[in-house]
């Protein structure tokens, strides 16, 4: 309410709406972004790149930067969590934005397309089987 007061036109209310997923999908999904990958696009942007540009469900590290990109279609394993790589997730101008000034301060997908030949930066992945994600646990992914 404060950071918006002049733009307000009464109290702030938090809604629902039942059914509809507040997600640039529609399907019900995890979005996953690999914190190698990040660090790549600082080395090429020369600056700090705050992940939850990116707003993730859940980030990976450990791994090589975008070996993501070659999971499409395969399986991984969360913790216990088993879930079916869809598909990458095109980046929008939203990651242009500094989660903690909202200042518009550098051009994702434009850096993504001009040094990568795409805009995609994570993954959506439908969970398959249920279980317990927690931090440390690892990731394994599917012979392909």
């Not at 707003?55 to 450990?62: E, F, L, P, S």
């Not at 040094?115 to 994570?122: E, K, L, M, N, R």
């Not at 279980?131 to 646990?137: K, M, T």
Request: charged residues 20%.
């Amino acid at each position: 309410a404060a950071y918006m007061k002049s733009e307000l036109r009464g109290a702030p209310k938090i809604v629902s709406a039942p059914g509809h997923s507040f997600s640039d999908v529609a399907m019900k999904c995890l979005h996953i972004v690999n914190l190698a990958s990040v660090r790549d696009l600082e080395r090429v942007e020369g600056r700090p790149v705050d992940p939850l540009r990116f707003r993730a469900n859940v980030y990976i590290d450990g791994l090589e930067p975008w070996v993501e990109r070659a999971w499409m279609g395969r399986e991984i394993r969360l913790g216990s969590v088993g879930c079916a790589v869809v598909d990458g997730t095109v980046r929008c101008n939203a990651t242009n934005v500094d989660p903690k000034s909202g200042a518009r301060d550098m051009a994702i997908p434009s850096l993504l397309q001009r040094t990568w030949g795409h805009t995609d930066f994570g993954f959506y992945a439908k969970v398959a089987t249920g279980g317990a994600v927690a931090v440390g646990d690892a990731v394994t992914v599917s012979a392909g």
